[in-house]
Nanobody, 128 residues
Framework: VQLVESGGGSVQAGGSLRLSCAMSGYRYIRGCVGWFRQAPGKGREGVAV??????????YYADSVKGRFATSEDNAKNVLYLQMNILQPEDTGMYYC?????????????????????WGQGTQVTVS
């Protein structure tokens, strides 16, 4: 399994970026996928996740990004996206995508804090 993020960069406050996570060797049939970030000197936090169940997908977001960030998946391409709008300096950090098929269906917002098996190498986002 390999997860590769791209799309990070430097942007002014109020701007937008779209991150991509190409997932190879992994088919998101169940469990959780999502985006996490780590700011300098801080712990890693869940930003946006998708919880998959037989009834479909549900997205969950950290309170700090609700209304500004949106995650989605292109199932045909096996790519996860994070659209980030109205970026603020506090959004600065390394962004990682993660995936794990073990969480039960309807795991819900617990996907934001789950200990994932698979991680990408990260992509830097800097907002000034």
């Amino acid at each position: 399994v390999q997860l590769v993020e791209s799309g990070g960069g430097s942007v002014q406050a109020g701007g937008s970026l779209r991150l991509s996570c190409a997932m190879s060797g992994y088919r998101y049939i169940r469990g959780c996928v999502g985006w996490f970030r780590q700011a300098p000197g801080k712990g890693r936090e869940g930003v946006a996740v998708i919880s998959r169940s037989d009834g479909g997908d549900s997205e969950y977001y950290a309170d700090s990004v609700k209304g500004r960030f949106a995650t989605s998946e292109d199932n045909a391409k096996n790519v996860l996206y994070l659209q980030m709008n109205i970026l603020q300096p506090e959004d600065t950090g390394m962004y990682y995508c993660a995936a794990d098929e073990h969480p039960p269906p309807d795991y819900g917002d617990s996907c934001l804090t789950y200990e994932y098996n698979y991680w990408g190498q990260g992509t830097q986002v800097t907002v000034s």
